[in-house]
């Protein structure tokens, strides 16, 4: 599975624990781990600012903290007994500790609160995504021996004035992110409960930040919401009371291709990317916006969910089958080398044989680069858990992604073969999981790159000609650095 994408999880990295430097003052220790999708990786190193400025500093050794925080996922119920199974441990080591704190933040945070606290009695403390500015009070809270919570979600936390920590950093590769929340209902997703309806981050915060990491040395950025293409800043609030914003604020409105092109403007020389988009709020501005510039790379990550229209109806899904397929064509005639990606969900309540050939042939049309596939998992308080039965035998799901994960293994092969031949430039993140006498880096396209290292370093932008594939992984040599260093 390709696994470098933003709201798609990670699984190189669920459970990563983040380090900062040791600041002078500090006299406490936080130990955080993250879970699920980047945006809970990039509202950590939020958590990890904050703190900092309250004297912690954060330690790789669970046994030395003072304080644990786990930033948790919702998405499936494998994210949430993951988790779970984190919390017992920790409690393990409280027993030895007995002063040491346990949290939880973000989005089961949010679903779980007084289970976690007053019936479990596993945490001292529970954290939602919008109200990590008030950590320094429920940590004082904690400190005089109470349960401390706060899962309010907010209409205007963007964190843009919070310059996050960069946590596990490689120093090449950043994410920044643009909006909070989710105002599509799609039946089967528990995001706008954990997270809350969406709002948009002031550009110019979003082009300091930008600024910032092209200073500090960063090369690409990943531009991040639950989704982006939907943002639009007219003066700060949410996306939908934007109908009663004034006709000063409506014509001066900065959306997605807007920023875009501002922050590719601004960077020339930094590599961009973002994530995730949607078909029923995607623009043709948008796609022209990346075409225009050659520093926004040419990859978008689709998310489809099934290729029956029945089945789209009932996600409520705001788009058909007949309407992404001629977006995802637009796309392709206006960036004609444009890698695109799936979300997928199989086994979705009432879906049958049919709609799963749908699934198959719409895969077939599209041939994606690369996939993200999942059985679909009721989530308590979506609108699909409340009003629909999860009918769909867990055999036969299996059996569907089963099938579903061998065609994008083939598409991905044959979408990883046309790159052969090619010289691409590549920008080099670090040392091949494979050969520490190899670099791995990305091409625009989002593939991974792997080729011997000669004199190169990490941060280069190297023009690699590809020599070889494997069904996920473009094999090559440099021929040189490319004009963008």
């Keep these: 599975m390709h696994n470098n994408e933003e709201k798609t999880i990670d699984e190189s990295v669920q459970g990563t624990a983040l380090s900062i430097e040791k600041k002078p003052n500090s006299s406490r220790k936080l130990y955080i781990e993250s879970y699920g999708c980047a945006m809970n990786f990039a509202d950590s190193e939020i958590v990890a600012s904050i703190l900092s400025q309250e004297g912690f500093s954060t330690t790789q050794e669970l046994e030395d903290a003072d304080l644990v925080l786990v930033n948790t996922c919702s998405i499936r119920e494998k994210a949430e007994l993951t988790v779970r199974k984190r919390l017992e441990k920790f409690n393990a080591v409280k027993r030895t500790r007995p002063h040491m704190k346990v949290g939880v933040l973000g989005c089961m945070a949010e679903r779980l609160k007084t289970k976690l606290l007053e019936e479990e009695k596993i945490v001292d403390m529970v954290v939602g995504p919008d109200a990590y500015k008030d950590l320094p009070n429920l940590i004082q809270e904690v400190d005089d021996g109470r349960n401390a919570v706060n899962v309010i979600l907010s209409k205007e936390e963007t964190y843009g004035d919070i310059a996050p920590v960069r946590l596990n950093s490689n120093g090449v590769t950043a994410f920044v992110s643009i909006t909070r929340g989710c105002d599509n209902m799609c039946t089967f997703c528990v995001v706008p409960f954990t997270r809350g309806r969406e709002r948009s981050r002031d550009p110019q915060s ?45 014509a001066t409105a900065v959306n997605f291709s807007d920023l875009l092109d501002m922050v590719a403007v601004a960077q020339p020389k930094l590599r961009i990317r973002f994530s995730t988009s949607n078909p029923q709020d995607m623009t043709l501005d948008v796609v022209k916006v990346v075409a225009k510039h050659k520093n926004i790379c040419n990859y978008i990550h689709l998310p489809v969910q099934s290729g029956s229209n029945r089945i789209l109806k009932e996600m409520n899904r705001l788009h058909t089958r007949e309407e992404y397929i001629e977006l995802v064509k637009n796309i392709k005639t206006i960036i004609p080398d444009c890698s695109i990606s799936q979300d997928m969900i199989t086994g979705f309540p009432t879906e049958t044989e049919q709609d799963h050939q749908d699934t198959l042939s719409l895969m077939e049309e599209i041939q994606y680069d690369f996939g993200y596939m999942y059985a679909y998992s009721e989530r308590p308080g979506t609108s699909a858990a409340r009003n629909l039965e999860d009918d769909v035998p867990e055999e036969t799901k299996s059996r569907r992604l089963s099938e579903i994960i061998a065609l994008q293994r083939t598409h991905g092969h044959f979408r990883s073969k046309q790159h052969i031949g090619k010289i691409e430039e590549v920008l080099i993140e670090g040392t091949s999981k494979k050969s520490d006498q190899e670099w791995m880096g990305r091409n625009s396209q989002s593939s991974v790159v792997v ?21 996920g992984t473009l094999l090559g040599t440099a021929v040189g650095l490319s004009d963008n260093n």
Excluded at 211 to 238: A, P, R
Excluded at 454 to 466: M, R, S, T
């Design 206 to 250: 979003i082009l300091e930040e930008v600024n910032d990491l092209c200073e500090k040395g960063f090369k690409e950025i990943t531009l991040l919401g639950q989704n982006v293409d939907s943002y639009l800043w007219y003066g700060g609030g949410l996306k939908k009371d934007f109908v009663k914003a004034s006709d000063m604020q409506k």
């Design 451 to 471: 080729f011997p290292k000669e004199n190169y370093k990490v941060g280069d932008f190297v023009l690699v000609k590809i020599t070889d594939c494997t069904s």
